[in-house]
């Protein structure tokens, strides 16, 4: 979308728009996403372990219990 220039955003239909924008926030949450897990991922491995995540979350002002972080690790662990 930043590529384009305005008089040809303009031409586009208002839906259009809507599914540019809507791929363009899909994309930024993704990279995000991603970000966010290098920033925690500090051994570089590719996993998340538990002391990483405790670190990240202190890091931004959340201590929590260590049976909340596993509780946590749980729910989204996607492969166990």
């Given amino acids: 979308l930043e590529d384009r220039p305005l008089s040809s955003i303009r031409q586009l239909s208002g839906f259009r728009v809507l599914t540019l924008i809507k791929t363009g926030m899909r994309d930024m949450l993704h990279q995000a996403e991603q970000d966010l897990f290098d920033h925690l991922n500090v051994n570089g491995d590719g996993y998340?372990?538990?002391?990483?995540?405790?670190?990240?979350?202190?890091?931004?002002?959340?201590?929590?219990?260590?049976?909340?972080?596993?509780?946590?690790?749980?729910?989204?662990?996607?492969d166990g």
């Fill in 48 to 78: 998340i372990s538990k002391e990483e995540l405790a670190t990240g979350l202190r890091a931004v002002g959340f201590d929590l219990p260590e049976a909340e972080i596993e509780a946590f690790l749980k729910l989204v662990d996607s």
